[in-house]
């Protein structure tokens, strides 16, 4: 009977999605995000199809088989003329190895700004499970809040009689119990929703543990270091100015034309007689009308508007690391100067102390919690930003696959 309970609840369990991942820390689960992530295989799923680029790049021309046959009259005689030429298609100028450039080169753009997009859904996810952990100290506090409440309630409960003051202050016990029960449901239902998605970022099916949860930000972190070419938003406009330089070779070198050149061969024949003549057939367009001078100007535009690029693309990134830096040193400045969360804790379990030597009221116990809670929101806003500012630094000073959870 026993077992068979046992194996019912272990069904509903895993219906619910309540069992465990097999994650021991923060390392872990940042691992599988990177590895499992399904926009990150996404984007280097598309990284991988334009690695073919360089295929299409290096494919040489085939080459021409050209023929001719005839028949006709001459003096009455029968003339019988058949050519055949096979011509290998060279391309001058340098334009195979031009193509090939580019074609590396834009993978290696298409490879920046997929790192780019891949750090971006990183810190995404960094600041979900930070939330995640806030979570479960969030509801865990809300829960010891409820649990007082109604052992103060029970108490009232069980007294035969109540002045008017006391029944007040068991009627605004219940309200505070209700409006404590719809919080922690609506957190619930955020962790709930967190865990889900997380879950699905790591390719696994199953609740995220505490322990695999980021550790607060610590307040003494220091951070120092000036955006590098590494930072993958600066080193994709770099990319593309390097692309534009390499696309103007290769219009220049598309004003060379191909030289089409093979061996030939001839048949005639003229009643009885024949000849055979062979030789070299070659083809050339002469560069005269057309030097692919439009295309050349559009390259030298295209490069002057990837330089102007890159230099906004510096300064946006000195901008953006400097605030970023601001912001950070704030959020931790605050977190600093904030009262300590071993000092509130100390003074709410005084206020509880005092009320059940009946020295307070049961209002000051319940608004000793809010506060508690309170400060607990506003301190876990201030980490979240924390986070965020910290994680967009190791982006911009290129470290930021250098650092864990």
Not at 252 to 270: R, V
Not at 314 to 329: G, V
Request: glycine residues 4%; contains cysteine; hydrophobic residues 35%.
């Amino acid at each position: 009977m026993y077992k068979i309970s046992f194996f019912i609840l272990f069904i509903v369990a895993k219906v619910q999605g309540t069992t465990f991942c097999n994650i021991n820390n923060s390392s872990e689960i940042l691992t599988l995000l990177k590895k499992n992530h399904p926009a990150i295989i996404q984007n280097n799923a598309y990284l991988d199809f334009v690695k073919q680029e360089t295929l299409t790049a290096k494919k040489r021309p085939n080459p021409e088989l050209e023929g001719q046959t005839s028949v006709g009259e001459s003096l009455g005689k029968v003339i019988y003329s058949t050519s055949l030429s096979l011509k290998h298609v060279f391309e001058l100028g340098g334009k195979r190895q031009a193509r090939i450039n580019v074609a590396e080169r834009k993978i290696e753009v298409e490879s920046e700004e997929s790192r780019n997009k891949n750090e971006d859904i990183l810190i995404k996810a960094i600041i979900k499970l930070h939330r995640l952990r806030q979570l479960y100290e969030l509801i865990s506090l809300y829960k010891e809040a409820l649990n007082t409440f109604k052992e103060i309630r029970k108490s009232f409960v069980k007294r035969k009689y109540l002045s008017p003051e006391q029944q007040v202050e068991k009627e605004t016990l219940g309200i505070a119990i209700s409006d404590y029960q719809l919080k922690i449901s609506k957190l619930d239902s955020e962790k709930i929703n967190l865990n889900r998605h997380l879950s699905f970022f790591i390719g696994k099916e199953c609740q995220i543990p505490r322990k695999a949860l980021p550790r607060r930000i610590l307040e003494n972190k220091k951070i120092k270091g000036k955006e590098k070419n590494t930072y993958s938003s600066l080193a994709v406009a770099q990319k593309k100015l390097e692309l534009a330089k390499l696309n103007y070779k290769k219009e220049k070198a598309e004003a060379f034309s191909n030289l089409l050149i093979g061996p030939s061969y001839k048949f005639q024949k003229e009643n009885v007689s024949s000849s055979h003549t062979a030789g070299i057939a070659f083809a050339i367009n002469l560069p005269i009308l057309n030097t692919n001078e439009g295309r050349k100007r559009q390259a030298i535009k295209r490069i002057h508007k990837a330089e102007i690029a890159f230099r906004n693309a510096k300064k946006e990134s000195q901008i953006d690391l400097k605030t970023w830096k601001t912001k950070y040193n704030n959020f931790i400045k605050s977190l600093k100067e904030i009262v300590s969360r071993g000092e509130l804790e100390k003074k709410h379990h005084k206020i509880e102390a005092l009320f059940k030597r009946g020295i307070i009221s049961t209002s000051l116990v319940i608004e000793s919690h809010r506060q508690l809670l309170s400060f607990y929101a506003g301190r876990f806003e201030f980490e979240i930003g924390a986070v965020e500012a910290l994680w967009n630094i190791y982006k911009i000073n290129g470290e930021f696959y250098n650092n864990q959870l």
